[in-house]
Nanobody
Framework: QVRLVESGGGLVQAGGSLRLSCAAS????????MAWYRQAPKDGRVLVAS???????NHADSVKGRFTISRDNAKNTVYLQMNSLKPEDTSVYYC???????????????WGQGTQVTVSS
């Protein structure tokens, strides 16, 4: 049974930083592609960043240069380092296990419970 548990969210002032973590279990983590999504109230879930099983990364234009996705296969954990946070980054952030088809990341139906990030102006 795949389980993804996010942590690290919280309240931060604009310009601040947070690091989100997602601990995975019940899956061969090192062979899987992973991603972070976010969902603001009344919005759909949006892909923020993804990382392949060999460490290649992609970031949404809205976070490029500010957020960095990474993984530690020894700890079965994927991270999202978020710097220079803006009020518009306020969302619930979700970890996902999915797969790449070429350069396109497609989410499987494996999601964490989410962690709230709130950025005050």
């Amino acid at each position: 049974q795949v389980r993804l548990v996010e942590s690290g969210g919280g309240l931060v002032q604009a310009g601040g930083s947070l690091r989100l973590s997602c601990a995975a279990s019940g899956t061969r983590f090192s062979t899987k592609d992973m991603a972070w999504y976010r969902q603001a109230p009344k919005d759909g879930r949006v892909l923020v960043a993804s990382i392949s099983n060999d460490g290649s990364t992609n970031h949404a234009d809205s976070v490029k240069g500010r957020f960095t996705i990474s993984r530690d296969n020894a700890k079965n954990t994927v991270y999202l380092q978020m710097n220079s946070l803006k009020p518009e980054d306020t969302s619930v952030y979700y970890c996902n296990r999915g797969r790449y088809y070429g350069s396109y990341y497609s989410p499987d139906n494996f999601w964490g419970q989410g962690t709230q990030v709130t950025v005050s102006s």
